[in-house]
């Protein structure tokens, strides 16, 4: 559990603040360069490997949480390196962004409360 409060407090804090800025300024993405999409991909990975080899934790429990986050960092990161052109082009509908954008800062905001509100589960 100990583990999983210290990913937490990096983890949430980075997805409210990520999912905050990316809603306050959605014009950033129009116009990135396939390298940039592929740096962000290389660092999605970098991200995800190091959540997923330090916690790879399957309960049934909010700990999940990080496991799931990280693998999808993973999965994420490797598509936007494979694939950065489509990457690229596949940028969802204004309002799939935008639910997916609410759903990550709620996600963020959850992690974050589990990893410093202290208690068990």
Known sequence: MANSRHIAKI???TLVALCASELMNPQI???VAVTQV???GTLWLVA???IVCTHNRWVAAWPVLV???G???VL???FRMLAPEMAQRSVPSPLALLTMQLVLLALGTYLTYKAFAGGEA
């Open 71 to 73: 693998w999808f960092a």
């Open 76 to 78: 994420g990161g490797v």
């Open 67 to 69: 496991t799931l986050i």
């Open 29 to 31: 993405w129009i116009g």
């Open 11 to 13: 983890l949430g804090p």
């Open 48 to 50: 995800g490997l190091s």
């Open 38 to 40: 592929y740096l962000a």
